[in-house]
Nanobody, 122 residues
Framework: QVQLVESGGGSVQAGGSLRLSCTAS????????YGWFRQTPGKERDFVAG???????FYGDFLKDRFTIARDDDKNTLYLQMKSLKPEDTAVHYC????????????????WGQGIQVTVSS
């Protein structure tokens, strides 16, 4: 049974930083591709960042180098380092996993975490 569990969310002032973690179990961690997505009420779940099984990284156009995706294979953990946070970054953030090359659409990911709230105040 595959499980993805996010942690590290919370509230922060604009300009601050947070690091999200996603610990995976039940899958060969280093052989999967991962993505971070985010969603606000009434809107679609948007792609934020991706990390392929081969180590290539990909980011949403809106990020402008503010976020960094990384993984620690020894800990089966995916990270999203977020800096220079803005109020518009407020959303529920999700990690996801797929067996294959990186993709940006939610329908292309097989496994999802439960989501974690990030709130940025001005």
């Amino acid at each position: 049974q595959v499980q993805l569990v996010e942690s590290g969310g919370g509230s922060v002032q604009a300009g601050g930083s947070l690091r999200l973690s996603c610990t995976a179990s039940g899958l060969p961690f280093s052989k999967y591709t991962y993505g971070w997505f985010r969603q606000t009420p009434g809107k679609e779940r948007d792609f934020v960042a991706g990390l392929s099984w081969s180590g290539n990284t990909f980011y949403g156009d809106f990020l402008k180098d503010r976020f960094t995706i990384a993984r620690d294979d020894d800990k089966n953990t995916l990270y999203l380092q977020m800096k220079s946070l803005k109020p518009e970054d407020t959303a529920v953030h999700y990690c996801a996993a797929r067996d294959g090359v990186w993709k940006t659409h939610v329908d292309q990911y097989e496994y999802w975490g439960q989501g974690i709230q990030v709130t940025v105040s001005s």
